[in-house]
């Protein structure tokens, strides 16, 4: 091909070439951002600073294909129809349809001698934009995506406040110098050291989780989002500041917490107490590296066995060990196709995020494409993208492998072994109830549980439609003040948005402590809009009664009004509060907030 530069090809790209080669039409290895910008946005500035990004980094430049069964990667001069602005101002609903294309691109596999990146701009008013950003995993990763997105904000910027991006202040590293250093170091001692590491690993057992064998499925999953809660994220960092616990860095402790947490978890649900998970490497521990676009991740098998009757403590000791192996061992080059069988479930922590947007902030959301890996089961990726401190797990769940039911619910019981660790790490791990009294039974559980809830109209769903059909008609009245149905979701809808940039979302409870009122309306709508159940926190129950409530259902934040706000206050209550009174500025209806589905018996408090 003419204006193409053969490169070398990693061993990580290799395995993503396998992997995609035996599922040609499954968006497996789409890694999609969607990214709200909440801004009247220059449309021809903005295609100006992506196609400026692309035309500086080699990594989004190459093609694969098929060279006599060998696979090829060639850096083109130019990669033509990279970026696309599709203006929806002027049709019918436009977030709808805005939604609609997404869920469709996203699951829309690449063709990979074209090129591995698609970037869209899509116009729904001329305050809200949304930016996908859809990448096929074989030539970059999600620290690549937050590089993109910052390089992007960076030359947009420049591109306002002048006709022509401005000539480059400093070179950005190429991918192609990473790749020949790989190569260069295949036969180097410490390569071979660390793929003599991971060999031993390579013939561990894939596990049986919930009495489900493992075995290769179609591939279809599901993911399900849960904010961890400042609560429990403040917990996690003080663990990991604590000196007996300590380790090279807090994101290693961190990422060693989730590790100690999971091989519990799975100890439980396999009923084994040797467990084997993959865990990723960033390879990203040098300047270069970090502000390089391109693919370094790898992943790795993780070994633990894990006694019952020892402690989260004594656990975490052995994974520190683990995880330090990890960043000794887990070299560019080291992961093989064996390695990489090893397991059916993955630890993926994420320390990298997202910031503001030519001085505007923004909500990024990683999309579901709807597929996994066959062999896998599991898969733990644990974020925070909008740099809140505040930890999201987004789980994607095999379901061929699980029922609805049982997928519904694996979240809760990680969750409870997490607690338990952040309650008390001296206590032993077999000690705390794995399933609720609401699912007690799960783990006998064989036969799928049809759901009699799906495709059931929602509150907000029925209240949008009449919002639709009379926005401007009374929908509340109090103390002479009257609120029309447009603007009670526009009020609904900034204190979501307010939640959900504290990291509240699907899995999260936060508590309403309010007189009736206006606002005490519009605090219900906003959590069932921000994808959260509420739970009440009745101003005339004794104040005892107000605290066991809380600390039962580890409530994200409390929405508070003036009475509420003393009520708590009087109560000993610590939970961060959210004053009602200090109401957020009406805002554009929002459509990235994530769907609100019919309560259970079980979501019931």
């Known amino acids: 091909m003419a204006g193409a530069e053969n490169i ?37 500035a903005f295609a100006a600073a992506v196609e400026r990004v692309v035309a500086e980094s080699d990594a989004l430049r190459t093609v694969f294909s098929d060279a006599g069964g060998a696979l090829q990667a060639r850096v083109l001069d130019a990669l033509a129809d990279v970026h696309e602005t599709i203006d929806l101002r002027a049709v019918e609903a436009p977030k709808r349809q805005a939604e609609a294309w997404i869920q469709q691109r996203v699951r829309r596999p690449f063709d990979l001698s074209t090129g591995s990146l698609s970037s869209t701009l899509l116009l729904l008013d001329e305050s809200h934009s949304v930016w996908l950003l ?92 849960v904010a961890l809660g400042q609560q429990r994220c403040d917990r996690l960092r003080a663990l990991a500041q604590r000196s007996d616990l300590r380790l090279l860095s807090e994101d290693q402790a961190l990422f060693t917490l989730f590790a100690t947490a999971l091989a519990a978890y799975l100890s439980r649900v396999a009923d084994s107490e ?81 910031g503001a947007f030519h001085g505007h902030e923004t909500q990024v959301r990683w999309l579901d494409n709807g597929a996994m890996d066959p ?19 987004s789980l994607d769940v095999n379901t061929d492998r699980f029922d609805a039911h049982l997928c519904e619910r694996i979240p809760a019981h990680f969750l409870r072994v997490l607690d338990a660790l952040l309650e008390d790490c001296n206590a032993p791990i077999g000690a705390v109830p794995l399933a609720g009294e609401d699912d007690a039974s799960i783990l006998d559980r ?39 149905y447009a603007l009670l979701r526009q ?20 508590g309403i402590c309010a007189r009736r009122s206006l606002e005490l309306v519009t605090a219900v709508f906003a959590v069932l809009r921000a994808g959260a159940a509420f739970v009440p926190l009745e101003p005339a129950l004794p104040r005892k009664r107000l605290q066991l409530i809380v600390e039962d259902t580890e409530a994200a934040c409390i929405l508070v009004d003036e009475t509420g706000a003393s009520i708590i206050q009087e109560a000993g209550i610590t939970i961060s509060c959210l004053s009602l009174k200090d109401r957020p500025e009406p805002v554009p209806p929002r ?3 994530p769907p609100v589905y019919p309560a259970a018996p079980a979501d019931v408090y």
């Not at 050291?193 to 179609?218: C, M, T, V």
């Open 8 to 44: 070398p090809v990693s061993g990580s790209q290799a395995l993503f070439w396998a992997g995609a080669r035996l599922s040609p039409s499954s968006p497996l290895y789409n890694m999609a951002f969607r990214i709200d910008l909440y801004q009247e946005l220059n449309e021809r």
């Open 134 to 225: 859809n990448q096929h995993h074989i030539s970059t990763d999600a620290w690549s995506a937050s590089l993109i997105y910052a390089r992007v904000a960076l030359y947009y910027r420049q591109l306002c406040q002048s006709a022509e991006v401005p000539a480059a202040t400093e070179q950005w590293p190429l991918f192609a110098s990473h790749l020949q250093r790989e190569t260069a170091a295949q036969d180097s001692r410490r390569l071979l050291q660390a793929r003599a590491h991971w060999q031993h690993r390579e013939q561990r057992s894939h596990l049986s989780l919930y009495g489900h064998p493992p075995g290769n499925s179609d591939g279809q999953a599901r993911r399900l989002t």
């Open 274 to 354: 040797s467990v084997t998970f993959g865990a990723t490497t960033s390879n990203r521990l040098g300047a270069d590296e970090q502000r390089t676009i391109g693919l370094f991740v790898e992943l790795f098998p993780l070994v633990a066995e894990v006694d019952l009757t020892a402690s989260y403590l004594d656990l975490y000791r052995a994974l520190s060990e683990e995880s330090s192996a990890l960043l000794f061992y887990g070299l560019p080059g080291a992961s093989t196709p064996a390695s990489a069988r090893a397991f059916n479930v993955i630890l993926n922590y994420l320390h990298m995020g997202f």
């Open 375 to 393: 062999a896998h089961a599991l898969r733990f990726n644990i974020h925070d993208f909008a740099n809140s401190g505040c930890f999201v797990l």
């Open 446 to 484: 064989t036969e799928p549980v049809p759901s009699s809830l799906a495709g059931l109209p929602t509150v907000i769903s029925l209240f949008d439609e009449q919002v639709a059909r009379q926005p401007e008609a009374p929908a509340l009245e109090s103390e002479g003040v009257m609120v029309s």
């Open 491 to 510: 009020r609904s809808e900034a204190l979501a948005q307010v939640l959900a940039q504290r990291g509240v979302g699907v899995g999260s409870l936060v």
């Open 591 to 593: 459509t990235d907030l």
